[in-house]
């Protein structure tokens, strides 16, 4: 159905109408996917040095205790709270993808639950806010996702803040004028550099935390009155116009707003970059097939898209735990060597300079393919060995996507992992249960007093 109005002004009537009950169950369903799997990383997140900065300023800041920082005693304000969490879910690479808006869940569901937990609000209120969220992050920069990617930005940074507005929006019961008010004032804090995939830097960390409290902070002054752009997409100046040269105009109503976007999100099994997770795949099964061992091999040709190569291929040595995570070739190493890729290995200083890795980091040789859809991270790995077998396998969507999904177990299974070294079985399990019984809740603190100690 074609809305009326500019994109935005139809972006928020949109959000507006979206209830818990008019969801599908697995939309439902999948939401709750999404929120153990944040919550798994947000609290591994805690045993990360990187996020430290960000927390011991919010900490200084002194902003009343409404809201849980998770894993720690402290209280904050909404937008910080959503700060600090967000930079937590995303501090290890291990956080939920869309092709589209890059890792919503690390600046959708933090948000969401500060807000849902300053306003009291329900499980069923707290799933609508996610969802809600999740669609603006797609719609805002669908039109122009390649150009986002091809210039450099950050697309989790660009989209973010329009999601965080959006969840922030719905539990603060913004109407359609202040919502679009909110995704305006939102607009003026979209971007993101994407430098870190090349020289390094613990920002890329924070990003999801920032995009978190700068929406989170428009829907509170969208609140108070404050007013947005009315063409914040399609005006000359909006974002679909600055991010892609996209000044066709038409709206948003052209986008089939009837599809729930966060189906399409998907869960990594691997806590690396994504563009790696398909090679992963293909060389363990290389790996479980033929018995083979590191001091084997010969050569590693690894055939992918150009975007693939360009977020993963360029990092031969890695020097902090990001360029480990960003590198095809020292991910490859790990999977052989160590027939593992846990997260205390990127972690782990003395791995990145270990001779017994960088020698298979430098078998490991990438080879761009053309593919039908510029976000396939489809995959072939070709293995010489030293006696002269050569060993193939591909795959086209790693373990945990879309056309290969996770299931609850999966999720449910990394969750405990993540959590391990930070709290309880029992605690992990009382958690497990209050997000399967999330439409139950009638007060969202039941679930956040179960994330700290």
């Avoid at 949109?14 to 969801?23: F, N």
Wanted: proline share 4%; with cysteine.
């Amino acid at each position: 159905m074609k809305r009326s109005g500019t994109a935005v002004q139809q972006l928020a009537t949109h959000l507006a109408e979206i209830t818990y009950d008019a969801l599908p169950d697995e939309v439902v369903d999948h939401a709750k996917k999404c929120l153990i799997d944040q919550l798994g990383v947000q609290l591994r997140g805690t045993t990360l040095s990187s996020v430290d900065p960000v927390l011991k300023v919010v900490q200084r800041m002194n902003s009343g205790p409404q809201c849980t920082i998770v894993g720690h005693r402290d209280r904050t304000a909404p937008p910080l709270a959503a700060l600090v969490n967000g930079a937590y879910g995303h501090s290890s690479e291990f956080d939920d993808i869309h092709k589209i808006c890059g890792h919503p869940g690390t600046i959708v569901i933090p948000t969401a639950i500060a807000f849902a937990e300053a306003m009291a609000s329900s499980g069923k209120e707290f799933i609508a806010s996610v969802v809600a969220g999740y669609q603006a992050a797609v719609l805002s920069v669908e039109p122009v996702r390649a150009t986002i990617h091809a210039a450099g930005w950050h697309a989790m940074k660009v989209s973010g803040v329009f999601g965080a507005a959006a969840a922030a929006g719905r539990l603060l019961h913004l109407d359609t004028a202040q919502l679009a008010n909110a995704l305006g004032a939102a607009a003026s804090e979209a971007g993101g550099t994407m430098e870190f995939a090349f020289s390094g830097g613990t920002v890329k960390r924070t990003h999801g935390g920032m995009a978190a409290r700068s929406g989170s902070m428009a829907a509170l002054f969208a609140q108070e009155g404050l007013t947005g752009p009315t063409a914040t997409f399609d005006g000359p100046r909006g974002i679909w116009r600055l991010f892609g040269g996209n000044d066709s105009g038409g709206g948003i109503g052209d986008i089939d707003v009837t599809r729930w976007h966060i189906m399409d999100t998907f869960f990594k099994l691997y806590p690396a970059v994504g563009t790696v997770h398909a090679a992963l795949d293909a060389v363990q099964m290389i790996q479980i097939e033929h018995h083979l061992q590191a001091n084997e091999i010969d050569e590693i040709h690894v055939s992918m898209s150009e975007f693939a190569i360009e977020h993963c291929g360029g990092i031969r040595r890695p020097t902090d735990m990001l360029t480990a995570q960003y590198s095809l070739g020292f991910s490859v190493a790990l999977r052989l060597v160590h027939k593992s890729n846990d997260l205390a290995f990127y972690s782990d200083e003395q791995r990145w300079t270990d001779p017994r890795l960088l020698a298979v980091v430098d078998k490991v040789c990438t080879h761009p393919v053309e593919v039908e859809d510029d976000a396939s991270f489809a995959t072939e790995v070709r293995i010489t060995t030293i006696d002269g077998r050569v060993l193939t396998a591909s795959q086209q969507e790693a373990r945990g996507w879309l056309a290969n999904p996770a299931t609850s177990s999966d999720l449910e299974a990394k969750f405990h992992e993540n959590v391990a070294p930070v709290i309880s079985r029992g605690r992990a399990n009382d958690i497990v249960a209050a997000v399967r019984g999330l439409d139950e809740i009638e007060d969202l603190s039941e679930l956040t007093a179960l994330l700290v100690d």
